[in-house]
């Protein structure tokens, strides 16, 4: 008996996998008509729920001046004339040091952009932009249960984590401020 013969196997089908390919992401300085939009992501990223002492600080003003001391260290991710994100950060010289530091005050991805690598290249621009201008280290800063940001940093070799408290006191009872007020009162 003759050994039964096997169909010969159907040549796969090939299956195009469907690319769904991601606008592209320009890294470049930020301009004055940036802020509007830089300031509405950070407001939707530091809010006063889940980063209190983010949100406090998140300023318009500050944006402003910041902008205008420090331009070439204010970075945007620009995706389809959308701002995607942004690094902001400013040089810092000590008196009587030799040290310079680049200090990274804000980084944010909208959410819809998040894991895509733009805080990654932001951080690389910034990072030389600070080197450029003589820097020989840089510091970040975020709230110690922000996971996903300090996840970030350690990937991008940040270490020598110090903890620093932040404390508050409600002006609102305090008796010089009681006093201002009934004086106001008349
Ligand atoms: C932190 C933040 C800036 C990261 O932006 P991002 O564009 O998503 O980051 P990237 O895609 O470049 O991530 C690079 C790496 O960082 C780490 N990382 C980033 N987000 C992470 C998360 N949510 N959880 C764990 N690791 C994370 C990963 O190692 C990641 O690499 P992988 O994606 O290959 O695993 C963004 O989540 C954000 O805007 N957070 C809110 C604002 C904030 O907290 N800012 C920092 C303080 S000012």
Redesign the pocket.
Known sequence: MSEPTKAPAKPKAVRKRKRTSNPPINIREMELRDIPAVFALGQR??TAEK?PT?YRSWDEHELLQLFGTDEETCLVAESEGLVA?FALGRMMDKPRSAWRYGW????????T???????????KQITERFIDREARIML????ED????L??????GFGQELRHVYLSENLEDHPYYREKKAEAKG
């Not at 922000?146 to 940001?149: D, G, L, T, V």
């Not at 996840?151 to 991008?156: G, K, Q, V």
Request: charged content about 30%; cysteine-free.
């Open positions: 990223l530091f980063w983010l994100g990274l005050l804000w980084l944010g991805v909208d959410p952009f998040k894991r895509r690598g733009i805080a990654s290249r932001l951080i970040v800063d975020t709230d922000n996971e996903e940001a996840a970030f940093f350690r990937r991008h």
